[in-house]
């Protein structure tokens, strides 16, 4: 799908769930990753993730589509858009919109890698585990306030 069919899709989606016509652009943006779809405040358009459409397929973005048409239409009409204003979430339920997108399986595969270094506190001995590599020096204890340690954990091996 390019991105003319993804506007008359859009267009088509909000005469037939709103009631009212999309005048900006729909796009699509291959950089949104954790993200369905965008609404641009200043200009009014709406970006949608490519990778949502291919995993997911078109219910699932069809929903993206009027969770960000629910943004583009409330804001239009100098309502509520932000998510936690209740004109948004009304509007959002009686449309049929998604309040969330689905994780990527490569976002979810990178969610369950194991933990690979741990920080011990040299003065109460509490443990913090992460996935990343960080600068110990640069952080402290959250409960004592003390130095912390890097340690590299072997979990890899085995």
């Given at each position: 799908m390019d991105n003319d069919s993804l506007q008359r899709w859009v267009e088509e989606v909000s005469l037939a769930s709103f009631g009212r016509p999309f005048l900006h652009r729909a796009t699509f943006n291959g950089r949104l990753k954790a993200t369905g779809g965008r609404y641009f405040t200043r200009s009014h358009d709406i970006e949608i993730s490519p990778h949502q459409l291919?995993?997911?397929?078109?219910?699932?973005?069809?929903?993206?589509?009027?969770?960000?048409?629910?943004?583009?239409?409330?804001?239009?009409?100098?309502?509520?858009?932000?998510?936690?204003?209740?004109?948004?979430?009304?509007?959002?339920?009686?449309?049929?919109?998604?309040?969330?997108?689905?994780?990527?399986?490569?976002r979810l595969a990178r969610?369950?890698?194991?933990?690979?270094?741990?920080?011990?506190c040299l003065a109460c001995g509490t443990e913090y585990l992460r996935k990343r590599k960080i600068d110990p020096a640069r952080y402290a204890c959250g409960k004592c306030r003390g130095k912390l340690k890097l340690i590299m954990l072997d979990r890899d091996k085995g």
């Open positions: 291919a995993v997911f397929g078109e219910d699932e973005t069809e929903k993206i589509i009027k969770h960000e048409l629910c943004h583009y239409h409330l804001h239009l009409l100098g309502r509520g858009y932000r998510h936690r204003d209740a004109d948004f979430k009304t509007l959002l339920a009686q449309v049929g919109g998604s309040r969330y997108c689905g994780t990527l399986p490569e969610k369950q890698q194991p933990y690979r270094y741990k920080l011990l």
